[in-house]
């Protein structure tokens, strides 16, 4: 046996997956807040972690440099889900991906004149197909972080971006008008390798899929 890799990124993804991961029997050998190591021997043998770019994860698994992943929905939409089936909704990692403007800028009225919007985001893909399903004209400035920034420079006129506690946008004077998506965190799997391993694959998905529903006591299998 080949053993199996599970692709994740650090911060709030691996905060909220390795208490579901723990449930499932899977616990990291070092400590991964701590450890600088990108690979991560756990308590069942045969299965690492490897942490990787949240946007990268998806790009791990579409190649089979890991077997499974975790990734937000908001990632996956930008990286298109080739190769990838999408089993589980883990519902860790729950925000929402908003459209967001400078606090007195009269969206609604904008988009009622048929006006043209710059729109700074790093999510163009699903900023594209939103806008395009409401009719709304923009123009997609793509930026890598800080999108808050642009409307306050005059990069845009509003951004596409994740909201959570909305504290973000409170302390840069936007406002959020409309909702994008809403996003939590999916596993993830190779396609190529769900067939290939499917008996050391599918009860791994499925005592994930039990800790989800609240069944976690149940399923720990050393
Ligand atoms: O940080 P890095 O550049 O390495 O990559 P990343 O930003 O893609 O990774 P990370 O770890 O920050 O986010 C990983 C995943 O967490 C995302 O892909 C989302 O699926 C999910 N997630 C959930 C969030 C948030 N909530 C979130 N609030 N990702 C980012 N944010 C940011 C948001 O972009 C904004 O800057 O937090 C800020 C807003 O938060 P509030 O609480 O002020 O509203
Ligand atoms: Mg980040």
């Keep these: 046996m080949t053993g199996i890799t599970i692709a994740l990124s650090k911060g709030r993804i691996l ?23 990108l690979i991560l021997p756990t308590s069942r043998e045969g299965l690492r972690l490897v942490i990787v770019r949240a946007a990268d994860v998806p790009t791990y698994v579409e190649h089979g440099a890991a077997d499974l992943g975790i990734a937000g929905r908001d990632v996956l ?28 800028f009269d969206y609604a009225s904008a988009v009622h004149r048929g006006a043209r919007l710059r729109v700074a985001t790093k999510y163009v893909t699903a900023a594209r197909e939103h806008f395009a399903a409401k009719g709304v004209h923009v123009d997609l400035i793509k930026l890598y972080g800080s999108m808050e920034l642009a409307p306050l420079t005059g990069l845009a006129d509003a951004i596409v971006d994740l909201v959570s506690t909305g504290n973000t946008l409170k302390a840069n004077r936007l406002v959020a008008v409309e909702e994008v998506m809403v996003v939590s965190s999916r596993l993830i799997v190779n396609q190529a390798a769900l067939k290939l391993r499917r008996a050391e694959i ?21």
Excluded: F, N, W
């Excluded at 905060?15 to 990291?28: D, K, Q, S, W």
């Excluded at 939409?77 to 400078?102: K, N, S």
């Excluded at 599918?202 to 050393?222: C, F, K």
């Design 15 to 37: 905060e909220e997956a390795l208490p579901l991961l723990a449930t499932a029997g899977i616990v990291p050998r070092d400590d991964p807040t701590r450890s600088r190591k």
């Design 202 to 222: 599918q009860p791994l998905i499925r005592s994930l899929a039990q800790v989800v529903a609240g069944q976690g006591q149940e399923v720990v299998h050393g």
């Design 77 to 104: 939409v930008e990286h298109g889900g080739t190769g990838l089936y999408q089993p589980l909704d883990l519902g860790i990692g729950a925000c929402r991906m908003m459209v967001a403007v400078p606090d007195g």
